[in-house]
C-alpha cells in the first residue's frame, strides 16, 4: 500500500532543496540534548523544536540559561516564532515551552496520541481531576499527515510511535526532526519500553522515515558520544542512516531488530529526570498547580516503575 504521506512528504523534500530552511542547532550538554530555532529566511517566520528548560533535580529549582540563548538568537534575527514544537513528552530533559512562548510568542503543539500518554502518566503520578487529559495543554495537536508553513517553508507531519505513542517527526522543507526515533549512525536508535512504547512499532517508524528521499537531511534530538567518537554531532541523512546505522539498517529484519530492542532495553537504566520531565512535559512544559501553601511540587512515585 502506497503511504499517502510519505510521498508528499518526498516530493516536499525534492521541490525544497532550491531554498532550505535556515536551522540553528542548540546543544544542551546536562541533557545531551538538541534544540533548534527553523526559520524561513524570506519571510524571518521560525519555529522552536524541542527546547530545554535548566533544572537542577538536587535542589528542585528551574533556571533559563538553556531557552534565553535561544531568545537572544530569535531576537537577534529578528524572527518572528510561529510555533513552538514538541516531538513527543520527554523523559529526559523539561520543556521550557511556555517560558519561551511568554517571551517569543508562538504556539505550542503536539501530536494528538499526547492524549494516550497523558492518560498512563496521569494514572502513574495521580495528577487528579484537574489535569484534563485530553490534550488542551497544548495549543495544537497534530495528527499523521497534517501540513502548515513556517513563512513560505512546506512542513508535513509524521506520526511515529515506538520510543512513545505520541512522537512524530516533522519534515520541514527539506530537513526532518526526527525527535528519539533515532540517533546518529554509529549510536543507533531509541528505547522502546518506556509505557506505550513498542519495538515493532518504532523499527516500522524508522523505516517509515527511512523512504524518504536519500539525500534528506536528518536532524537529531540527542547525541551520546558513542566509544570511538569525540565530538558532538546531531545531522545525518537518510543515506547515511540506511547504510550505516548498527541497529537498523538496510538489511537488518524487524524481528532481527525486535530482539536488539527489547534485549537491550532490559539493560538500560531510567533517565536521571524522567520524574520531573514527564509530570511536567505532558503538561506543555507547566508545572502542576501549587498547592494550599503556594507551593509546586513534583512527585516521584516508589517502586512504580
Known amino acids: 500500500m502506497t503511504d499517502s504521506t510519505i510521498a508528499h512528504a518526498s516530493a516536499q523534500v525534492i521541490a525544497a532543496r532550491a531554498n532550505p530552511a535556515a536551522i540553528k542547532a542548540f546543544f544542551d550538554d546536562a541533557t545531551n540534548t538538541v534544540s533548534y530555532v527553523v526559520h524561513d529566511p524570506a519571510t524571518k517566520r521560525a519555529a522552536i523544536i524541542d527546547s530545554v528548560l535548566d533544572y537542577d533535580p538536587a ?48 504556539k505550542i503543539a503536539i501530536g494528538e496520541h499526547i492524549v494516550t500518554v497523558q492518560n498512563s502518566f496521569g494514572k502513574l503520578f495521580n495528577a487528579g481531576s484537574d489535569f484534563e487529559r485530553d490534550g488542551s495543554d497544548f495549543d495544537h495537536l497534530w495528527k499523521d499527515g497534517d501540513r502548515f508553513q513556517i513563512g513560505e517553508i512546506d512542513v508535513t507531519v509524521l506520526h511515529v510511535p515506538g520510543h512513545t505513542p505520541a512522537d512524530n517527526a516533522y519534515v520541514i522543507g527539506d530537513a526532518v526532526f526526527v525527535g528519539d526515533t533515532m540517533f546518529m549512525p554509529d549510536y543507533g536508535t531509541a528505547r522502546a519500553d518506556f509505557p506505550g512504547g513498542d519495538a515493532r512499532q518504532l523499527f516500522r517508524s524508522l523505516r517509515r522515515i527511512l523512504e524518504l528521499p536519500p539525500e534528506t537531511r536528518l536532524f537529531m534530538c540527542h547525541d551520546y558520544l558513542p566509544e570511538g567518537r569525540d565530538n558532538y554531532i546531531w545531522e545525518t541523512t537518510v543515506a547515511d542512516e540506511r547504510a550505516h546505522n548498527v541497529h537498523a539498517h538496510d538489511g537488518v529484519t524487524e524481528d532481527e531488530f525486535v530482539a536488539m530492542r527489547e534485549a537491550r532495553d532490559i539493560a538500560l537504566s531510567m533517565p536521571r529526570l524522567i520524574m520531573p520531565s514527564i509530570q511536567v512535559n505532558m503538561r506543555a512544559g507547566h508545572m502542576p498547580a501549587p498547592e494550599e501553601n503556594g507551593i509546586r511540587y513534583l512527585k516521584i512515585p516508589v517502586n512504580a516503575v
Open 59 to 106: 535542589a528542585g529549582r528551574t533556571s533559563f540559561a538553556s531557552a534565553d540563548k535561544i531568545i537572544a538568537f530569535v531576537k537577534k534575527h529578528d524572527l518572528g516564532v510561529d510555533w513552538l514544537l514538541e516531538t513527543h513528552a520527554h523523559a529526559d530533559h523539561l520543556s521550557a515551552a511556555p517560558h519561551l512562548q511568554e517571551k517569543l510568542g508562538g
